[in-house]
């Protein structure tokens, strides 16, 4: 089955401590992106991805790394989280930037930072 | 700067009618791509429906239809024959540049839609 998958989906934590949200998708995409979506401010893209070893900043990438080492698998890390990066967290993934090339998201994270 | 706008926080409707959401956007790149995401209160996001910059004809996907007007600079979301299964969020989203190219993609922040029986 074609599809994105999120690891944890669930995750409580404090201030300062290391975390990584690992994503994989199964379907061969070139593009991967990060988002998080915040009440009343949509999804907000992190970072993306347009192949292995290739990343650009979104549009709030403050306190995120990501890295694409494979083509599959884009995990997003935060270094020392704050409260202010609690929220749900989307991977998607698609074959190119353009074009009709939806997105196909994962199931979504929910990170809370005490 | 790229940027999307949907005016309407939340709306209700009768079930069996016809909808539209607003989407107007911002863009100085000719061309762009718009998409309307729809998210359940399980809170997966699916795609909807694509609209290109250079598409002559307004998208279609079986109920939902796309409204694309270029000059205003919209791309409004009509669902027609609406069912209580359409209840959820809308997104409207962008990306910039030809196919190609890297470029972010964003959304707005969303219309929340209630089906009344």
């Known amino acids: 089955e074609a599809q994105v998958t999120q690891n944890p989906r669930y995750l409580i934590t404090v201030t300062g401590k290391k975390l990584t949200v690992t994503c994989s998708q199964n379907m061969n995409h070139e593009y991967m992106s990060w988002y998080r979506q915040d009440p009343g401010l949509g999804l907000r893209q992190i970072y993306y991805?347009?192949?292995?070893?290739?990343?650009d900043k979104g549009d709030v990438p403050e306190g995120y790394k990501v890295s694409r080492k494979e083509k599959r698998n884009f995990p997003l890390i935060l270094e020392s989280p704050s409260p202010n990066q609690t929220s749900l967290y989307f991977c998607?993934?698609?074959?190119?930037?353009?074009?009709?090339?939806?997105?196909?998201f994962g199931p979504g994270t929910r990170l809370t930072v005490l | 700067a790229q940027k999307i706008t949907q005016t309407q926080p939340g709306m209700f409707v009768q079930e069996k009618e016809a909808v539209t959401l607003d989407c107007t956007y911002d863009?100085?790149?000719?061309?762009?791509?718009l998409f309307w995401y729809k998210q359940p209160s399980s809170g997966e996001m699916i795609f909807l429906i694509y609209?290109?910059?250079?598409?002559?004809q307004n998208a279609t996907e079986g109920r939902y239809s796309l409204n694309f007007q270029k000059a205003r600079k919209s791309a409004n979301l009509v669902i027609s024959a609406s069912q209580l299964g359409d209840s959820a969020m809308y997104f409207c989203a962008m990306r910039e540049g030809p196919n190609s190219s890297a470029s972010k993609i964003i959304f707005g922040s969303g219309t929340r839609l209630s089906i009344r029986p």
């Open positions: 991805s347009m192949n292995v070893e290739v990343t």
């Open positions: 863009t100085s790149d000719p061309s762009y791509g």
């Open positions: 998607a993934s698609s074959w190119t930037s353009g074009g009709a090339g939806e997105q196909f």
């Open positions: 609209q290109g910059s250079y598409d002559q």
